[in-house]
C-alpha cells in the first residue's frame, strides 16, 4: 500500500511538472484542435451565412470560446509568475481545526507544499473542464446568427457566453493553483458559485423564449441540469479538502497542524 501511494504521488509530481513546462504547447494543441472544431460547426451553420455580417455574427462567437482561456492563461502567467512569493490574506475564512501559522520561506521547504499528491487530481480536472465543456458546446449547439429565430440567437448567445466565462475563470483558477497562489480556494469557491448561478440563469433565459420548440427546450434543460450536478458533485467532492487537507492548508494558507 505504502510503495503504491508513493507511486502515485511520483505520479502527480510528473504531472504537474508537465502541465507547468508545457502548458504553451498544449494551448497551441488547443486552438489548432477546437479552431478546426470550430471551422466546422461554422461550415455547416444552421443559418445561412449569405453575408459579411452573417459570417461574423457566427464566427464571433467561436473565436471568443478558443480565445478565453489563451487570455487566461496570458493573463495568470503575468499576475502569478512561477515561484513568486505572495502575501496571506489578512481574514481567514477557513477556521476548521487547529492549525499554527509558518512563514512563506518555512512553507515552502515543506515535504507536503505544492499541489502534488491528490491536489494534482483537482488542478488537472479544472484543466481538463475547459476542453470537455467546449466540446459539450461544440456538439449541443449549432452555429447561427441574425437569420436565426429569437429563441435560435438567445440560445447560442447564452451558451457561447457561458462557455467563455467559465473557461476563462476556470483557466485563471487553474493557474493559481499551478503556481500556490492564497487566494486560489477563495476563487474556486467564487468560480462554482458563477457557474452554477450561471446555468440556472441561461435555463431561464433560453426555455422561456418564445417560439423554442419543445424538443430543444427539454435537450437544453437536460445538458444544463447536468452541468449544476457535475459542479454540486465537484463541490461535494473537493470542498471538505479545500479545507482540512494539510497540503492544502500549507501551500495555500500557510500554515500547519498545531
Avoid at 114 to 119: C, H, I, R
Avoid at 199 to 220: D, N
Wanted: with cysteine; aromatic share 10%; hydrophobic share 55%.
Amino acid at each position: 500500500m505504502k510503495q503504491l501511494s508513493e507511486h502515485l504521488y511520483r505520479k502527480s509530481v510528473w504531472a504537474i511538472a508537465t502541465l507547468e513546462h508545457g502548458l504553451g504547447r498544449l494551448l497551441l494543441l488547443w486552438i489548432g484542435v477546437a479552431g478546426a472544431l470550430s471551422a466546422l460547426r461554422i461550415a455547416f451553420a444552421a443559418t445561412p451565412v449569405d453575408t459579411g455580417t452573417a459570417f461574423a455574427q457566427t464566427a464571433l462567437p467561436y473565436i471568443l470560446v478558443i480565445g478565453a482561456p489563451v487570455a487566461a492563461y496570458l493573463i495568470g502567467n503575468s499576475l502569478f509568475p512561477r515561484g513568486a512569493l505572495y502575501e496571506q490574506p489578512q481574514i481567514r475564512l477557513a477556521r476548521y481545526g487547529k492549525w499554527r501559522q509558518v512563514d512563506c520561506l518555512t512553507a515552502r521547504q515543506h515535504k507536503l507544499f505544492g499541489p502534488t499528491g491528490l491536489m494534482a487530481s483537482l488542478v488537472i480536472g479544472m484543466m481538463l473542464n475547459i476542453p470537455v465543456r467546449s466540446l459539450e458546446f461544440l456538439a449541443a449547439v449549432p452555429a447561427m446568427n441574425g437569420h436565426a429565430p429569437l429563441w435560435g440567437q438567445l440560445l447560442f448567445a447564452a451558451m457561447t457566453m457561458d462557455v467563455v466565462v467559465m473557461n476563462f475563470l476556470y483557466m485563471i483558477a487553474f493557474m493559481m493553483a499551478l503556481r500556490n497562489v492564497p487566494w486560489f480556494p477563495r476563487l474556486l469557491l467564487v468560480v462554482w458559485g458563477v457557474d452554477i448561478v450561471s446555468q440556472v440563469g441561461i435555463a431561464h433565459v433560453v426555455i422561456s423564449a418564445p417560439g423554442l420548440p419543445t424538443q430543444v427546450g427539454e435537450a437544453m434543460g437536460g445538458l444544463l441540469a447536468g452541468n449544476v450536478k457535475k459542479v454540486s458533485i465537484s463541490v461535494a467532492i473537493w470542498l471538505p479538502y479545500l479545507l482540512l487537507s494539510k497540503r492544502v492548508n500549507l501551500t495555500y494558507r500557510a500554515r500547519v497542524a498545531a
